[in-house]
């Protein structure tokens, strides 16, 4: 059997036998990259030289005896959003082409305390605002399944590396369903975890209250691996729960006795695909032939959801974004040929109205730092990030801020009252990740509205900051894989991933990987 198709955690057993080294290993998936990435666009950077370098290292310490770390030998890949001292993090924007962060995130910063291999960054929307990976400025990402279809967003390069056996493991993160829509999208595994979680520290922000770090992988196995690895506790996050971090790998594998799980009547309503609902309640038999009771259960505000989400999230990245002026950080505009242009505008503004009047009025086209700040921001963003930006910025504005901001705010505390009313009667909530499979690259692109439907199950996770699964569950007719979301109660990421994986041990839909199949 190829190297590829072996689990993560079978690898690093195999490495730890002496069976494979970690050289080995890197190679087989960098050669994996070099034949299929052309086609698919997963990664923005892959840094071989680094990779193996870093596997011989691994290698060298394991022929000594010397102790290692939990994912010693791993090929893990990295959205290009989260901090790497030295190395290119731009988030796939030109505002940030050139940013070289000067110390490590946190996530990073364990993943090689944890002597995992750095293969490469992967691609996303900018600035991580996206559901379908085509608003990175660089590339767009295809779904390995089928190159003319997305592979879902923002986390794009994330998902489509794992699914098309270009890595065995990588680090997303999710905002409104940022990790778990291109999991499921992809057929592979994706966990949102409780936010707080796992640090925030050194993720470039897009919506400081949503946004969390989380594990993409073949299976909630490896998904638990990962997790592990990156889940505790950071002072420099103060968002960052305080509290041990279970063993996730070490307990995954225990029987689930007496699991409820909650049927989302509103996740079944119109605008659900037949196939998708087909493959969801199929899934949901195979729980219930396990012993599992389902019921179903409400979330009545659940139909706010994509409208809070998208006052809320945009609020925040108006806020976050605000930085990026072209002085303190990012892009900065070609300011000799501003400055032509604003001595063009003054002589011909002079020419029509006359020195006097110029005279009078030359400061509305004579002040060379606005005009730099509204150029570069206009030349650095692109057009969904641009968009999101004027949206917060009229939501947070004199006069809106209450019948907006304020109001969605309420909105999402009874968002999450819905799910804590759910959770007293079932351990788990089961429904679809995405309404659809993988839709054609171009489909919504322009129609916001549309693509910002494609969140419309992931979203309430989010707001309510609970954490969330998608794990594959059935394929369509063209082939293309579809998801089943899980969603727990705050903290209860280990039920979630031994829940998957009881789901998996009696399925094999998260064995196929596209360009193996």
């Not at 924007?93 to 090689?112: C, E, G, H, N």
């Not at 590396?161 to 997303?172: F, Q």
Request: some cysteine; hydrophobic content about 40%; glycine content about 10%.
């Amino acid at each position: 059997m190829s190297l590829l198709r072996h689990s993560a955690t079978t690898l690093l057993s195999q490495m730890s036998d002496g069976k494979l080294s970690s050289v080995e290993l890197v190679q087989e998936y960098l050669e994996q990259i070099e034949r299929h990435d052309g086609r698919v666009k997963a990664f923005l950077r892959v840094d071989a030289a680094r990779a193996l370098k870093q596997a011989a290292a691994i290698d060298d310490r394991r022929s000594r005896g010397e102790s290692l770390g939990p994912l010693a030998g791993l090929p893990v890949a990295v959205k290009d959003l989260l901090c790497d001292e030295g190395q290119l993090c731009t988030c796939a924007s030109r505002m940030l082409a050139d940013f070289r962060p000067p110390y490590d995130s946190t996530v990073v910063a364990k993943l090689k305390a944890a002597d995992a291999v750095l293969l490469g960054r992967t691609n996303l929307d900018e600035f991580a605002m996206g559901g379908s990976g085509e608003n990175s400025a660089f590339q767009v990402t295809r779904n390995p399944w089928n190159l003319e279809r997305t592979p879902g967003g923002s986390s794009s390069g994330a998902a489509a590396c794992v699914a098309a056996a270009m890595a065995p493991l990588s680090i997303g993160s999710d905002t409104g369903g940022s990790i778990r829509q291109p999991a499921g999208l992809c057929g592979i595994t994706g966990l949102k975890p409780t936010y707080g979680r796992v640090s925030r520290y050194g993720l470039v922000a897009f919506a400081s209250s949503l946004d969390q770090v989380g594990p993409l992988a073949g299976s909630a196995e490896d998904a638990a691996l990962l997790l592990e690895v990156l889940a505790g506790h950071d002072p420099r996050d103060t968002t960052s729960i305080n509290a041990p971090v279970p063993r996730y790998s070490q307990t995954i594998g225990q029987p689930l006795a007496g699991l409820r799980l909650g049927r989302v009547r509103e996740h079944f309503g119109p605008g659900l695909d037949p196939e998708v609902s087909a493959a969801v309640e199929a899934a949901v038999e195979v729980y219930r032939s396990l012993g599992a009771t389902v019921c179903d259960v409400s979330l009545p505000h659940e139909k706010y959801g994509i409208a809070t989400y998208y006052i809320i999230a945009p609020s925040e990245a108006s806020s976050n974004l605000a930085r990026y002026d072209g002085v303190h950080y990012g892009y900065r505009t070609d300011e000799r040929a501003m400055h032509d242009e604003l001595a063009a505008e003054r002589k011909q503004l002079a020419a029509t109205i006359g020195k006097r009047d110029f005279d009078a009025q030359a400061d509305a086209v004579e002040n060379p730092l606005l005009r730099m700040y509204r150029q570069s921001r206009s030349e650095g963003f692109g057009p969904e990030v641009k968009r999101r930006i004027m949206l917060g910025t009229y939501t947070l504005s004199a006069g809106y801020y209450d019948a907006y901001y304020v109001k969605a705010l309420k909105v999402r505390r009874l968002i999450a009252n819905d799910y804590e009313a759910a959770f007293r009667s079932c351990d788990m909530l089961i429904g679809p990740v995405s309404p659809t499979p993988a839709f054609k690259i171009g489909e919504k692109h322009s129609d916001p509205l549309a693509m910002y439907l494609v969140d419309l199950y992931t979203v309430g996770a989010n707001l309510a900051g609970i954490p969330g699964i998608s794990i594959p569950c059935g394929r369509s007719r063209d082939g293309l894989p579809i998801g089943l979301q899980l969603q727990g109660p705050a903290m209860s990421e280990e039920r979630l991933l031994r829940s998957a994986h009881m789901f998996q041990r009696n399925t094999d839909w998260h064995l196929a990987r596209a360009l193996l199949d």
